[in-house]
């Protein structure tokens, strides 16, 4: 999909962070080649009131954030590039409303092909399953085996097999309708871009720590929590583990956790996606679990916090508001999407 993919050198692009307890905007820049700049966020809380549904309670949060974004946001933007108007609204859309899989497709003939761009959207196109009530928001090809090897740079290369390592979006019909009509009727565009939440903070994480080829991504920003399992720099894992506000929440992640261990061994590195006041309590939670005999060891994995600090290195702020996780990650993945032309 090409729908991010920019012919030009800059693109201004509206960030809307849609989760089940708030909703969150801001503005972002990019130029080719430089760090992306986050321009004035907001994040206004959802306020259910009394027998309205928490759908309907979200659908007026966000008239109420585009209203401020563009009262008080596209004069930010202007000051920065001479113009108040966005060429696109890059929207994520958390759980409950989203679900994130993660599946393998093969490719193979008798005699050597060439693999290219549109042979793997081709076999995407080819195997897509409609689920009812649900709609196709992304599939972003994460990864790619050429004839047995990790590949990161596939196209153009001939093989005799290729497996495509492919993370999928799914979204509430409705939900992603309503939002849609929302953003379109305050910006005047369709040209709006949905994505699952979970799905666009594994892929940006993945930017922030390229270097983490064996690792385990705990993120408990959602109220469900999601395990993801990287082994030799591809994703081969993706499951749930439970409500964090649950008491037997840690028993469900081992749990899961030894799902994964009976098919994969267990990277000795857990990345923590938290909000930064909750890690504490998560770091306490894993420290003291008696988690050693997943990896036939007596020391616990390193887990390591994801901090604010490991991303304002790769995105620029001009905003007074303090940083906001979820739309720092939400910058990197829109540059993905701009310049490095992924599916």
Do not use: C
């Amino acid at each position: 999909m090409d729908f991010f993919r920019s012919k030009k050198r800059t693109e201004s692009i509206v960030l809307i962070d849609v989760s089940a307890n708030s909703v969150a905007g801001a503005y972002a820049y990019y130029v080719e080649n430089e760090l992306p700049l986050l321009l004035y966020t907001r994040r206004f809380p959802i306020e259910v009131r009394e027998n309205e549904s928490r759908e309907r309670a979200m659908f007026r949060a966000l008239q109420i954030l585009g209203a401020t974004l563009i009262r008080e946001g596209a004069p930010a933007l202007m000051r920065v590039t001479g113009s108040g108007s966005a060429d696109g609204i890059l929207v994520s859309i958390d759980a409950p409303w989203q679900k994130t899989s993660v599946h393998i497709e093969h490719i193979e003939q008798r005699s050597p092909f060439l693999f290219t761009r549109s042979l793997a959207v081709k076999k995407l196109e080819e195997t897509n399953v409609v689920i009812p009530g649900k709609i196709l928001a992304d599939e972003s090809i994460i990864g790619t085996i050429l004839n047995g090897y990790e590949t990161g740079d596939p196209y153009g290369k001939q093989a005799h097999r290729a497996s495509i390592v492919v993370l999928t979006s799914l979204i509430d019909e409705k939900i992603a309708h309503d939002v849609l009509s929302i953003l379109q009727g305050l910006y005047h565009t369709r040209r709006v871009l949905p994505i699952a939440s979970s799905s666009l903070r594994y892929q940006a994480i993945r930017r922030v720590f390229p270097h983490e080829h064996d690792v385990l991504i705990v993120d408990t920003t959602l109220p469900l929590t999601s395990i993801a399992l990287v082994r030799k720099g591809l994703l081969v894992a993706m499951t749930g583990a439970g409500d964090h506000a649950d008491n037997s929440w840690m028993d469900i992640v081992a749990a899961e956790l030894a799902e994964l261990a009976k098919s994969y061994p267990l990277p000795r590195t857990i990345l923590l996606l938290a909000r930064e006041p909750d890690i504490s309590f998560f770091q306490q939670k894993f420290s003291t679990a008696n988690l050693e005999k997943l990896w036939l060891s007596d020391n616990p994995p390193k887990v390591v916090p994801i901090l604010v600090g490991h991303i304002t290195g790769l995105v620029r702020q001009t905003s007074a508001v303090l940083p906001d996780m979820s739309l720092l990650l939400m910058t990197l993945y829109g540059q993905q999407r701009i310049f490095d032309g992924k599916k």
